[in-house]
């Protein structure tokens, strides 16, 4: 299986999915996604030794920013490792995957997968398939290397709570993952 891994190039996802846009955050700390309270689309908050950021998911613009967060809330705390929400998600506190620990999705409810895998250590790779994880056959047919990390450490990854967003966050910058509104398969 590590041969196979090493082996299998990086390439972009298969449709549905997209690759939307990079990200640049220096420092990055953490990622978390929100719900847009009026549109239900999915948001993203960014945790940085910059403050905090809110990232519309389906187009990647950003859309609110505090750059001096209050310095008792700057990090993910409490049992949910969460940050207090800005922009449209004020009223929330935001669960944090990264640095600190948590987790996002690791599957969506229409049967898609994310692995994280380091066959060639301290190097991850992000992996999305389609047939559970299981990684038979070749890369391409029901499983892809969508990600690479061997420039900067892989802080986080993984799908929204809709499964329309794939995260992939590293302390340097995070890659957008996108696709319209899931179907049953």
């Not at 997209?18 to 990055?28: T, Y």
């Amino acid at each position: 299986m590590r041969a196979k891994l090493l082996a299998a190039p990086v390439v972009a996802p298969p449709e549905p999915w997209r690759h939307l846009n990079q990200i640049l955050v220096g420092g990055l700390q953490g990622v978390g996604f929100g719900v847009h309270p009026q549109t239900g689309d999915d948001l993203l908050m960014l945790v940085s030794m910059d403050g905090f950021g809110l990232v519309d998911a389906a187009t990647g613009a950003k859309i609110a920013r505090d750059r001096h967060p209050d310095p008792d809330n700057a990090s993910p705390s409490g049992p949910d490792l969460a940050c207090p929400g800005l922009g449209v998600l004020a009223d929330t506190r935001v669960r944090i995957s990264g640095l600190f620990g948590g987790g996002l999705h690791a599957t969506t409810d229409d049967g898609w997968t994310i692995d994280v895998v380091a066959p060639e250590w301290p190097n991850h790779r992000v992996l999305l398939s389609s047939d559970g994880g299981a990684y038979n056959g070749p890369p391409g047919t029901t499983w892809w290397h969508v990600f690479h990390a061997d420039y900067s450490e892989l802080r986080a990854a993984g799908f929204s709570p809709s499964g329309r967003t794939l995260v992939i966050a590293t302390s340097s910058d995070v890659t957008l993952v996108v696709r319209p509104e899931p179907t049953t398969r």
